[in-house]
C-alpha cells in the first residue's frame, strides 16, 4: 500500500537516535506543514507526546509519524531523507506538490 508520506531509512534511523535521546520518550515524529516563510508554507517536525483523533499516523520500521489533516494534504507524496554534505546536515523534503521555494530552501509556494 502506497502512503502519501514516506521517509527514506537514514531519516527514520536519525529520527530514532535523536528520539532515544529525550526523557521522557515521545509516542513519535509530528510533521507538519506551517504558514510562513519567505514563500508561503514551511515544513515543521517537533516529537509529540499527544496525538489526535484526526491525526494520520504513518510507521516507518516501528518509528510512529503523526501527520494532521491539514498539512497531510500539502505533503501529499513527500519523501523525507536526512543528508550530511560539507556545507551542513539536516532534513530534505523532496515535495511533488511544490511550484517553487524561497532562496533559503526552508519554505514553499504549492
Not at 94 to 108: A, I, L, R
Amino acid at each position: 500500500m502506497a502512503t502519501s508520506l514516506d521517509l527514506t531509512p537514514t531519516a527514520v534511523g536519525k529520527v530514532k537516535e535523536i528520539l532515544a535521546q529525550q526523557a521522557p520518550q515521545p509516542l513519535g515524529l509530528r510533521v507538519s506543514v506551517v504558514g510562513g516563510g519567505c514563500s508561503g508554507f514551511s515544513y515543521q517536525m517537533n516529537f509529540e507526546n499527544e496525538t489526535s483523533p484526526i491525526d494520520k499516523t504513518f510507521e516507518f520500521d516501528g518509528l510512529k509519524v503523526f501527520v494532521d489533516q491539514a498539512s497531510l494534504m500539502y505533503l501529499k507524496g513527500t519523501k523525507i531523507d536526512y543528508v550530511e554534505s560539507l556545507t551542513g546536515s539536516g532534513f530534505k523534503f523532496e515535495n511533488p506538490n511544490v511550484k517553487s521555494t524561497c532562496g533559503c530552501g526552508s519554505s514553499f509556494t504549492v
